[in-house]
């Protein structure tokens, strides 16, 4: 199986796998004083520390969570108390759901949040929160996060930032972003599931979403699952950023482009290990389960609860409904090789050629 | 004082319990080869962590008596508490309930009060019941707090600081004569003691992996399908959990959950009677060299691995620092680093004072004789010396 779907969840990286196993080793609850106690306590410090350098936070403003769900939906419900959610109108549904009634922010047809119609939003209305990911799921489209956050801070809005894409594949650091908040999830940078944190401008206040116990600064009750973040830090260290799959990824695209692809959101910056590539005429279930069989594994877009595949809503969103249900992810992980991107677009070619032949597409 | 072990002699099951071997066996490759998303159906990587997911959730409702679809696979008990509590009193709400009485205890943990307490904020009155000096709930008190009114009883099925187990079954009962919803966080209860959720009434029950020998970072929130549980989510997203709880699960946690429940439901039985000779031996050496100590709540109605003791004339935190091989607690393990005198003690009348001669110890499968025996030897001995330097 070669294996495309990193942005679905990325391969555990060898330096998570030597910390989860260390930690798996620790006996003791994080929170306890005895010595087994004090011992796990230090890794989880530790590894506090370690996301905190990454990501330009300081230690004492990373909370720990589960993954970047409860990260995106603990920091929306936190900060967004008594103001008004806005949300990029290609946000995942972590976020977009996390608000009652989000006011969609709308994007190009690459993808790119329209400052200027945020500006408009945040100049007219009460405080709000602006919700706007790093880097996009399914396309890679890269927001301007530090300019949305230049404009948040002179209408007194505060920003949140998803970045569980964008960390580990490129450059993200909370202060420079000028961001109040940020989500991260360790298994998108190649750490192990189960380990997620929110990044906090300092100072700023988070009530919890799940409450009890005290851990994490009363901001998230529950013991801390060590071994996950323990990789988590592992794996932030690690990754330092992806631009090398870059050049895996264009000649893919390059491929897949002559085979009569079409690069959804190309024009944008972008991650440099996603591609989105729409096949016109031909219904991406068709093409995952094409690929499969082949023994690749890509998306069809975000890998969320039904399993279903259905038209992809970011696609929607860009106004570009003619590709929203034949567009597949092609997501390269850390450890992608030139071989495995021969064997997808040859894959692709001869997919592409079987399924677009006229006899099929008119069946 | 007996000689150093050659490694800390760990007494404190009821904080975490040790990954179980056999649990660990079955994570890792989760950890390593098998590391597809569950929820990505499209492809075989997926497909295969998805398999493992739910033959882990079957491990976990066989242990409960519970059907797989009415497990909800969070990342631990605490959470399962807060979706119980708060979920199914959102849920009413929204639903045009004129029920606002939340019902819990006064010794159930910090997560359940702090729910609870939460809920006030939104509109629903929070009651607080309190327990008799054995550390079990009084049934009348209970009947007395189940009206039309009431939402939600939430009872624990053991208690994390004194190892006292309520009677669920008859609290099950009455909740359900009453349309009252039927919680009980199981934290400490699951794979200790049977719980069947047929058995028992209840409509939600939390458990954690790793106070039964699993992993940190996974538990679980059973709902009752039928008659049905309803409960709102605490956060949304993909969707994940029937709706009830969104994010990628995680495969090698899950699946070590599943693995912990499974032993945990063949070998329960073993494991309490092995933990009750190991108690039974500690026990009776400490006595003898420590006369005047005290075991605290109920002596029969409670778990094999739990014991809460009150030393004559030493403080609890004395003991700890004098015996740094020897890993007990004062209390909870969230709130070990407090200096309040535990709450759950003062709920059964334990004075400040005496309290702070108290200490928590855990016994669990891991438990072995020289363990104790080296436990009792030097609690015994620190005890005397610290006794003799006050005096």
């Known amino acids: 199986m070669i294996y495309l779907d990193a942005n679905a969840t990325e391969p555990l990286r060898p330096e998570a796998r030597a910390a989860v196993l260390a930690a798996l080793d620790l006996v003791g609850n994080p929170s306890s004083v005895h010595g087994a106690g004090r011992a796990a306590r230090r890794v989880l410090e530790d590894s506090r520390e370690s996301v905190a350098a990454r990501f330009g936070a300081a230690p004492a403003d990373v909370v720990f969570t589960a993954g970047g769900t409860e990260a995106n939906a603990a920091a929306i419900h936190g900060l967004g108390r008594g103001r008004r959610v806005i949300a990029g109108a290609t946000e995942h549904d972590a976020v977009l759901r996390a608000a009652d009634t989000p006011v969609l922010l709308p994007v190009d047809h690459d993808g790119i949040a329209d400052l200027p119609a945020l500006e408009r939003m945040l100049a007219d209305g009460p405080p709000a929160l602006v919700c706007l990911m790093a880097a996009n799921n399914e396309t890679g489209a890269v927001q301007p996060v530090a300019e949305a956050a230049a404009l948040c801070r002179a209408h007194g809005a505060l920003l949140h930032v998803d970045a569980v894409q964008a960390a580990g594949r490129i450059p993200f650091d909370l202060r420079a972003a000028g961001a109040d908040s940020a989500a991260l999830s360790a298994h998108k940078l190649g750490g192990p599931k189960g380990a997620g944190a929110i ?20 901001r998230r009750g529950g013991t801390e699952s060590l071994p996950a973040i323990a990789g988590f830090a592992a794996a932030a260290h690690a990754a330092g950023d992806a631009s090398a799959l870059a050049e895996l990824r264009d000649a893919a695209e390059a491929a897949c482009v002559a085979a009569g692809a079409i690069v959804v959101g190309g024009a944008a910056p972008r991650l440099p290990n996603t591609t989105c590539l729409a096949l016109p005429g031909v219904r991406a279930d ?17 890998a969320c609860s039904s399993g279903k595949v259905a038209r992809s809503r970011v696609i929607d969103a860009m106004g570009l409904p003619d590709l929203a249900g034949c567009a597949i992810r092609v997501s390269l ?31 | ?47 295969f962590a998805e398999e493992a997911v739910e033959t882990a959730r079957g491990h976990v409702a066989a242990l409960i008596g519970a059907e797989p679809r009415e497990i909800i696979l969070t990342s631990g008990a605490t ?20 029920r606002r009485r939340v019902v819990t205890v006064a010794t159930e943990h910090k997560c359940v009060l702090e729910s609870v307490a939460d809920l006030a904020a939104e509109g629903f009155e929070p009651v607080v019941l309190p327990v008799r000096t054995d550390g079990l709930l009084d049934l009348d008190t209970v009947a007395a707090a189940l009206d039309d009114r009431t939402l939600l009883i939430s009872v624990m099925a053991v208690n994390n600081e004194i190892g006292v187990t309520q009677d669920l079954a008859a609290i099950g009962r009455m909740a359900r004569a009453k349309g009252v919803l039927f919680h009980s966080d199981a934290a400490q209860g699951a794979g200790k003691i049977p719980l069947d959720v047929a058995e028992t009434g209840v409509d939600l029950l939390s458990i954690s992996g790793h106070k039964l020998y699993g992993p940190k970072g996974i538990g679980a929130l059973y709902v009752r399908r039928r008659p049905r549980a309803r409960i709102a989510p605490l956060f949304s997203g993909g969707g994940q959990e029937r709706g009830l709880r969104s994010g990628t699960l995680a495969p090698p946690l899950v699946v070590g959950f599943g693995e912990a429940c499974r032993i945990a439901a063949a070998e329960m039985l073993l494991d309490a009677g092995r933990i009750a000779d190991q108690r039974d031996r500690f026990l009776d050496r400490l006595a003898r060299d420590v006369p005047g100590i005290v075991i605290n709540a109920n002596r029969t109605r409670r778990i094999p691995g739990n014991l809460n003791l009150t030393f004559p004339a030493a403080r609890a935190a004395d003991l700890m620092q004098a015996l740094p091989e020897l890993c007990v ?15 759950v003690l003062r709920a059964i009348g334990v004075p400040d004072e005496a309290a702070a001669r108290t200490l928590r110890v855990g016994l669990g499968r891991f438990t072995s004789p020289a363990d104790v025996d080296y436990a009792a030897a030097a609690l015994a001995a620190a005890h005397g010396a610290l006794a003799a330097k006050a005096a």
């Not at chain 1, 990044?199 to 009363?218: D, F, K, N, T």
């Not at chain 1, 450890?335 to 677009?356: G, H, K, P, Q």
Request: charged residues 15%; contains cysteine.
């Open chain 1, 199 to 218: 990044l906090l401008r300092p100072g700023l206040h988070l009530p919890a979403l799940v409450s009890g116990g005290g851990q994490e600064r009363g």
């Open chain 2, 79 to 98: 959470e399962a508490n807060n979706l119980a509590i708060k979920g199914a009193a959102r849920f009413a709400a929204a639903r045009g309930s004129a």
């Open chain 2, 329 to 343: 607690s004062t209390g909870s393990a969230c709130s070990s680093a407090e200096v309040e005198p535990s709450y």
């Open chain 1, 333 to 363: 992980p850390w450890n992608a090789t030139a071989s495995d991107i021969v064997a997808f677009t040859e894959a692709y070619a001869r997919m592409a050629a079987r399924l677009r032949s006229p006899a099929l597409a008119e069946g």
């Open chain 2, 1 to 47: 004082m007996p000689p150093r072990p050659n490694r800390p002699v760990y007494l404190d099951n009821q904080a975490t319990t040790p990954l179980d071997p056999r649990v660990w066996q079955a994570m890792v490759p989760f950890f390593t080869e098998h590391f597809g998303n569950p929820h990505s159906a499209e492809h075989a990587m997926g497909r």
């Open chain 1, 286 to 302: 068709t093409q995952v389960i094409a690929l499969d069989l082949a023994g690749i594994a890509v998306s069809a877009g975000a």
